[in-house]
Structure formats: C-alpha cells, structure tokens
C-alpha cells in the first residue's frame, strides 16, 4: 500500500514525528528522542491554526528539480520583500520612539542557524507597542547554534535600547526555550547559553518594565526574515 504524501506542514510534522529515523535525527540536533518528539508536536500545535501552506512537487516548467512551497486564504509566504524597508538600528542615535509621552518598545527577535551549530545570525524589529515599526537589526554572528542566535539577538536588541535610553520594552520571540529561561521556569544548564542569559539579566534591570512573550512564529515573520536576509547577503 503507497504511503500517502503530506501535503501540509502539520501533516510533514506528523509524518516526522512517526518516523523510524527520529534518533538519526534527534541525534543530529543534539536532542533525545522524547524531547525531539515534544518539540515535533508544540510545533504542529502552533501550525494548526495556520494549516495553509501546501506542500507541492512545483512545476516542472517553472522550477526544474525545485519544490515549492504555495500559500492560499489571501496570504503569502514570507520572505524580505514582503517587510517594509526600515531605518537600520545602528544608524539611529536617538530614540526612534516618539519624544512625548511613556511609551513601550515593543521587540520581535529571531536567531537563524543553519546546521545548529553552523552559520548563524540575528533578527531584530523595533516597534512602537501597538503601533508602526520603528528599526530594524540583522547582523551574521559566525558559527553558533539556535539558540545561542535565539539569545544573541536579545542581547543585540536591549543593547541599542540602553544606548537609546529607552526604559519600557516589550519583547516577543518564538523560542520557547528562551522565554522559559527569562521567566526563570527553566535553568539555564548550557555553559554557552548562561553567559547570554547573564547578559539580558545585567541589561533588563536597568529597564523600568520589562516583559518577555511567546509567540507564534507565524506572528515573527519579519524578525525571521531579517535573520535569513543576514545569513544570505555576501560577506
């Protein structure tokens, strides 16, 4: 009896997470089979909701050898063309943030690595809390895993906000490893992670508010797009 090819990215998760071959992998990312499993099925809980992306074998006249991946409902797949073009955060020696009044900074991060460990980068959008997008970072950082990217553009982020002399912010990131580890549900155990994590305590008590969320990946699209943006550019 033919298997049935996944046609979703939830039924892609779930044919993974009934693979023979999950130690093989698990193995490559440095995780047991149990905790690749867990992970597996958060990430295919998180995209039921956005269950619209479907999975093809391309066009062969269009994209010789390639597959594709195709959005329907009206929205597209997210790549750097489809963010807005935003003043670089480096750049900027003053708050972006508007001159009156208290307001929050609100913070989207996003670490890439491809090979986990291999090259990596950092993404990251600053934005008026519930308002216009502000600035925008990406930087490539070397070799480095997930989540040593996931924390170093954290560190990034609160840093150029202390030299803005912001002291409300906001931040959203879709690790939840990271912001488990910043609620302080989880210990932070790595010897490469706990230095990062120092960092963002020693950055975070000069704030007045400070607040860390989970979100969805589909909801940090532009801080992913800028981690990738960085990896792709030419040195």
Known sequence: MATRKPETLTGLLKTLERSGDLRSLARECGLSVRELRRRLSIWRRELKDTDDVVVTGGNPAEDPGKAKASRVGGRKKADAGDWPELPAAGTLDKS????RGR???EIFTDGASRGNPGPASVGVVFKLKDGVELAEYCEAI???????????????ALEHCRRWKVRRVHLNMDSELIVRQLHGTYRVKSPDLRPLYQQVVFLSK??????VKHIKRALNGHADALANRALDEPA
């Open 103 to 105: 307001h929050i900074m």
């Open 206 to 211: 000069g704030l007045e508010e400070f607040q």
């Open 96 to 99: 972006p943030l508007p001159a």
């Open 142 to 156: 070397g070799r480095a895993t997930n989540n040593v990217a996931e924390y170093r553009a954290v560190v990034a």
